[in-house]
Structure formats: C-alpha cells, structure tokens
C-alpha cells in the first residue's frame, strides 16, 4: 500500500513537471530578443498607450492557446498529424513554414545570446552565440541534461522575470498612467498589437508547449483541465514579463530619454540601473535568447517527426540539426539579413491564421472521431471562431504591410 501511495505520489509529481515545462517552454519560447527589442521600441513610441495594446493581445493569445492546447491534447496527435488527417499533404505544408520560420528566427535567437553575453561579460559576440548554440545542443545531446529540460526551462524564465523586476522598480514607471490607458488608451496601433500576437503565439510559438505536453504523455480527456490551465498560465507568464519589462521602459521615457539606438531595451535597462543594469540587460537576453533556441529548434523537430516513443532519438537529432545550421548560418552571416526576417516574418503571420482555422473546424466539426466524441464547449468555440477572424484579419494586415515593406526595398 505505501508503495503504491508513494508511486502515485511520483507520478504526480512527474505530471506536474512535465506540465510546468510545457508552460515554461510556451512562454520562454516567446520572450525572445524580438520580444525585447519590440517591447522597447514600442513602449519608445506609444508610452503609456503601449498598455491597451499588451491587454488587446493577451486577450486574443488565451481564446487561442486555450483551444490549440486543448485540440491537441484530447486528440494525442501533433499538429501536422491532425492537418494531415483533415486535408492529406496539408500537414507538410504546415510542417515546412515552421521550419523555415524556425531556422530563419534561430539566426536571430543565436545572435542575440551573443550580444547578451557580450553585455553581460564583454565577450566576442560570435563566439558568444556559437558557445550558447553548443549549450543547447549539449542539452539535447546528452541525456541527463535533456532530462533537466523543464527544470531548465522555469529557471531561465524566473531569471528573466526577476531581474526585470529589478529594473522596473528602480526605473520608477507612472504606474497610474499606465493603468489609465490601458482601458482609456490615448492612441490604438493595430499594426502593434498584430505584431504582439505574431511575436507570442505566431508560427512555432502556438504549438510548442502542446507539443511538450503530448510527449510528457499527458493527454486525453482526463486531462482536459490540467490542459486548460496549463495554456492560460503560460499566455499570463508571458503577459506578466511583458507588462514588467513595459514598466521597467516607460519609467526611462517617461523621464525623457530617448530609445533612438539598435538596442533600445539595452539601453532603457542602463538608463534606469547604471552598469549594472547593462549587465542585467545581457542575462536577461542571453537567458531569453538561449530558450528561445531551445524551443525554436524542439518545436521544429516536433514538426518534422512522428510522435511515438521510438522515434524520440531521431526528434532530439533533428533538433541538433537545426541548432547546428542555424548556428553555421548565423557564423556566415553575422546575423539575419533583413530581407529574409521580413520573409519569416510572413511566414508566422500566415501559419497562425491556417494551423488555428485547422484547430477550430476539428473542435467544430471533427469532435466524434478526431477528439475520440469529447463534447467541445459552445463558449470555447464562439471565442476561439471570433479569434480565428481576427487573427486572419490581422495575418492581412501585416502580409500587406510585409509586401510594401519589400516593394520599397
């Protein structure tokens, strides 16, 4: 009996383990160092308005990722496998925008952990991202390390949300203006808030912690609840470091300087702490850009993969794969050209509107065979149906915006 009782209680703790990395990799896959530089800039441009936008955009990420979660994890099939079952070929299809966004972004995510190891500890900025993208394969190579994966995955998100915090609090926001315009915003930018939900639940980003959560083995009716308020929970950790980091810029240009650099959360963060804030600054985006790598070229993998217990091996060898060429390119390059982030920045916007319009007809339409007969809830469908026109007006917008943006090129 107390063995019994003690197995229970480890197989419990397995399961909230595994669930609290699926939270973990959803949300730290998103703070990235696009989610940085755009955060900054924006809070540059619209101050305090920049509020209204951050709550439009966790609104829409939560009707969302609570029915992207939910799909997968009743069905037990990744997302691939259920386009695939819905329209034979579209799954590929799918499978290959995620890969080509992840590799393109990876680029980004590489060189962002070497400016931050490079604010951090002066280092080469190449060098920097070549040993960060080595750490990251180390993690999938080695398997005590890919163990420690979720464990990883909280630490490095605690981290980043800490020592904002810091900075938040020293750089003295006007918190009451914020709150103001967050329901009374001085000015609306749809374009921002488009590219807040594009930087948070676009491309790979939807579906990388569903996809952590089926390979924890934790999926099914049963499960539904945990499910739900692992998605809401892993939108809300991203909100809540991005309304701090939001803090932590306003204060500086509420008290006139002005983000006129490349880097301007570097620069906001040095502004409200000094050195040290600097070098907060480069934890803060190596750890970002380091998770990003992680969940980036996971998710990827997932895509490309079969979801069974035997094809494990080859799944953590094509994340290799993918750290590995991301990492050779970003040594060739430097950096991403700005020409093909603008190009995988199209990709994103045009894979969440298609794999999410996927997920709402097999809630809608599929529940008897492809959600093994669950009864889907009417108020889940009105929203995720009402987000799903949303997120195909706002794919439009920023497809336009991408074509004029390469026309003028």
């Given at each position: 009996m107390a063995?019994k009782?003690?197995?229970?209680?480890?197989?419990?703790?397995?399961?909230r383990?595994?669930?609290?990395g699926?939270?973990?990799?959803?949300a730290?896959?998103a703070i990235?160092?696009?989610?940085?530089?755009q955060?900054?800039?924006?809070?540059?441009k619209?101050?305090?308005?920049f509020a209204?936008?951050i709550?439009?955009?966790?609104?829409?990420?939560?009707a969302?990722?609570?029915?992207v979660?939910r799909?997968?994890?009743?069905?037990?099939m990744?997302a691939?496998?259920?386009?695939n079952q819905?329209?034979?070929?579209?799954?590929?299809v799918?499978?290959i925008c995620?890969?080509?966004?992840?590799v393109?972004f990876?680029i980004?995510?590489?060189?962002g952990?070497g400016l931050?190891t490079?604010?951090f500890l002066?280092a080469?900025?190449?060098a920097?991202?070549?040993?960060t993208a080595?750490?990251?394969?180390?993690?999938?190579?080695?398997?005590r390390?890919?163990?420690?994966?979720?464990?990883?995955?909280v630490?490095?998100?605690?981290v980043?949300?800490?020592?904002t915090?810091?900075v938040?609090?020293?750089?003295?926001p006007?918190?009451g203006?914020?709150l103001?315009?967050?329901?009374l915003p001085e000015?609306?930018?749809?374009v921002t808030?488009t590219t807040l939900?594009g930087g948070?639940?676009?491309g790979?980003?939807?579906y990388a912690?569903?996809?952590?959560m089926?390979?924890?083995?934790?999926?099914?009716?049963?499960?539904v609840?945990?499910?739900?308020?692992s998605s809401?929970?892993g939108i809300?950790?991203?909100?809540?470091m991005?309304?701090?980091?939001f803090l932590?810029v306003?204060?500086v240009?509420?008290?006139?300087v002005?983000?006129?650099?490349?880097?301007?959360?570097?620069?906001a963060?040095?502004?409200a702490?000094g050195?040290?804030?600097l070098?907060?600054f480069?934890?803060v985006?190596?750890?970002?850009?380091?998770s990003?790598?992680?969940?980036?070229s996971?998710?990827?993998?997932?895509?490309?993969?079969s979801?069974?217990s035997d094809k494990?091996a080859?799944?953590?060898?094509v994340?290799?794969?993918f750290i590995?060429?991301?990492?050779?390119l970003f040594v060739?390059?430097?950096?991403?050209?700005?020409?093909?982030l603008?190009f995988?920045?199209?990709?994103n916007?045009?894979?969440?509107?298609i794999g999410?319009?996927?997920?709402?007809?097999i809630a809608?339409?599929r529940?008897?065979?492809?959600?093994?007969g669950y009864k889907?809830p009417a108020?889940?469908l009105?929203i995720?149906?009402?987000?799903t026109?949303?997120?195909w007006?706002?794919?439009?917008?920023?497809?336009s915006g991408?074509f004029?943006?390469?026309s003028a090129a």
């Amino acid at each position: 009996m107390a063995e019994k009782t003690l197995g229970q209680a480890a197989a419990s703790a397995t399961t909230r383990s595994a669930l609290l990395g699926a939270i973990f990799l959803m949300a730290t896959s998103a703070i990235g160092p696009g989610f940085l530089t755009q955060t900054a800039t924006f809070t540059n441009k619209l101050g305090a308005a920049f509020a209204f936008a951050i709550l439009a955009s966790i609104i829409l990420d939560i009707a969302i990722q609570l029915n992207v979660w939910r799909v997968i994890g009743i069905s037990g099939m990744r997302a691939q496998e259920l386009s695939n079952q819905v329209l034979p070929g579209l799954g590929w299809v799918l499978a290959i925008c995620i890969a080509v966004g992840g590799v393109v972004f990876n680029i980004g995510n590489i060189a962002g952990a070497g400016l931050g190891t490079n604010a951090f500890l002066g280092a080469n900025v190449q060098a920097g991202g070549v040993i960060t993208a080595l750490l990251a394969i180390a993690i999938f190579l080695f398997k005590r390390l890919g163990g420690a994966l979720d464990k990883l995955l909280v630490v490095l998100g605690m981290v980043m949300m800490l020592l904002t915090l810091y900075v938040a609090i020293v750089s003295q926001p006007p918190v009451g203006d914020a709150l103001k315009n967050t329901v009374l915003p001085e000015t609306i930018d749809w374009v921002t808030i488009t590219t807040l939900v594009g930087g948070t639940v676009g491309g790979y980003i939807t579906y990388a912690g569903a996809h952590r959560m089926l390979d924890s083995g934790r999926v099914g009716v049963e499960y539904v609840r945990n499910v739900a308020v692992s998605s809401v929970t892993g939108i809300l950790l991203t909100g809540v470091m991005r309304v701090v980091l939001f803090l932590a810029v306003l204060g500086v240009v509420a008290g006139g300087v002005s983000l006129a650099g490349e880097n301007p959360a570097g620069e906001a963060f040095q502004a409200a702490a000094g050195e040290i804030g600097l070098r907060f600054f480069g934890i803060v985006l190596w750890a970002a850009a380091l998770s990003s790598i992680i969940g980036a070229s996971y998710t990827s993998a997932t895509f490309l993969v079969s979801n069974s217990s035997d094809k494990r091996a080859l799944q953590n060898w094509v994340t290799i794969g993918f750290i590995c060429i991301s990492a050779f390119l970003f040594v060739i390059m430097g950096t991403a050209p700005k020409q093909l982030l603008v190009f995988a920045g199209a990709f994103n916007g045009l894979v969440l509107p298609i794999g999410f319009t996927l997920m709402m007809y097999i809630a809608t339409f599929r529940q008897k065979d492809l959600l093994h007969g669950y009864k889907y809830p009417a108020w889940l469908l009105i929203i995720g149906w009402l987000a799903t026109l949303v997120a195909w007006w706002l794919a439009w917008t920023a497809f336009s915006g991408v074509f004029s943006l390469l026309s003028a090129a």
